[in-house]
């Protein structure tokens, strides 16, 4: 099974997943990585849930429209839209706080 780590705030957080597991969907449904990351539409529509992907960004498919009209630049600086991944091998992303991600990466439209 998958490992999935992430980092947020200063903390580590690490469980495995199962193979083709979508991280929004299963804290959607109170399972790892429930609570320790940050989302709401589950639909690709407000970035709340990007995470910079650390290691094992080489198996994640390559970013779809959604996440290259949302994300922009920040696909070059390795953020990725969680809710548009199924993970199938090992991946560590680290997941802004509220503040920098409003700052930096929320899209202008995006609520708040």
Not at 30 to 37: A, G, I, S, T, Y
Not at 72 to 80: H, I, P
Request: proline letters at 9%.
């Amino acid at each position: 099974m998958p490992r999935v780590s992430i980092r947020k705030a200063g903390e580590v957080h690490a469980g495995e997943v199962p193979p083709n597991a979508n991280l929004v969907v299963r804290a959607g449904i109170k399972q790892f990585p429930h609570p320790h990351l940050r989302y709401e539409c589950g639909m690709g529509k407000c970035t709340k849930c990007a995470c910079r992907v650390l290691e094992g960004a080489e198996h994640l498919p390559p970013p779809n429209w959604k996440e290259k009209k949302l994300l922009g630049a920040n696909l070059e600086r390795g953020y990725r839209l969680m809710c548009q991944l199924w993970i199938q091998h090992d991946v560590a992303v680290e997941q802004d706080t509220d503040d920098v991600w409003a700052a930096t990466v929320k899209p202008p439209e995006a609520a708040a």
